[in-house]
């Protein structure tokens, strides 16, 4: 059993900056691949970036130059430090990681564990 718990959001106003971390805890993996997805009230839960056990990244078009994705692979933790926020970036944010350690795209269907989310709430 792998649990992944979300921490850091809030209300933060445009152009603001917040860090976003995911711990895991229990029977974790030796090696995976990490990600952060999305989901405003009333969409779909959309891809923001991913980092693979290698390092290598993947950031959606929308978060491009302002997120960055890092990771503490020996304290079981990935960042989302978020700059120059948006009102658009307002949503439910999640964490999600698989075991194929060389993956980092967007296909949510690809991470099999979840987080409950963290909201970030931007005000324009």
């Known amino acids: 059993q792998v649990q992944l718990v979300e921490s850091g959001g809030g209300l933060v106003q445009a152009g603001g900056s917040l860090r976003l971390a995911c711990s895991a805890s229990?029977?974790?993996?030796?090696?995976?691949?990490m990600a952060w997805f999305r989901q405003a009230p009333g969409k779909e839960r959309d891809f923001v970036a991913a980092?693979?056990?290698?390092?290598?990244?993947n950031y959606a078009d929308s978060v491009k130059g302002r997120f960055t994705l890092s990771r503490d692979v020996t304290k079981n933790l990935v960042y989302l430090q978020m700059n120059s926020l948006k009102a658009e970036d307002t949503a439910d944010y999640y964490c999600?990681?698989?075991?194929?350690?060389?993956?980092?795209?967007?296909?949510?269907?690809?991470?099999?564990?979840w987080g409950q989310g963290t909201q970030v709430t931007v005000s324009s």
């Open positions: 999600a990681a698989t075991q194929r350690w060389l993956y980092y795209g967007a296909n949510r269907n690809d991470y099999n564990y």
């Open positions: 229990g029977r974790t993996f030796t090696r995976y691949s």
């Open positions: 980092i693979s056990w290698s390092g290598a990244t």
